[in-house]
């Protein structure tokens, strides 16, 4: 298994546990857009259907909930298969006004 530490250094932690959705990048799909709940859901899954991406330090946590979570804390992407690699970033959605700029009226 190969899980990539993430390099959030850009962010801090709390940004990290501000964001409102995740995007979800696979291989030969559209980005997906997941709440945080939907994305812990989709690795507890992945890392059930595929337990060779339980690696030592996954291992350490006893239940795919909380390895699914440790992977959203420490880690933004991993490689399922060699070359197929999926990938997480947060991002924050804001709702669009309710009163949107027509561009035909300026």
């Known amino acids: 298994m190969s899980v990539h530490n993430s390099d959030y250094s850009d962010y801090e932690p709390e940004q990290l546990r501000a964001a409102s959705h995740y995007v979800l990048l696979m291989p030969g799909l559209p980005e997906q857009f997941l709440s945080p709940e939907e994305l ?24 795919p909930q909380a390895q699914a979570q440790r992977l ?28 949107p700029l027509r561009f035909g009226s300026l």
Not at 52 to 59: E, I, M
Not at 83 to 98: C, D, F, M, T, Y
């Open 40 to 63: 812990q859901a989709f690795l507890e899954q992945l890392l059930q259907e595929h337990p060779h991406l339980v690696d030592a330090d996954l291992a350490r946590y006893p239940t």
């Open 72 to 99: 959203i804390d420490t880690a933004c992407e991993v490689e399922v298969t060699p070359g197929e690699i999926l990938q997480w970033h947060p991002v924050r959605l804001n709702k669009r006004a309710s009163n």
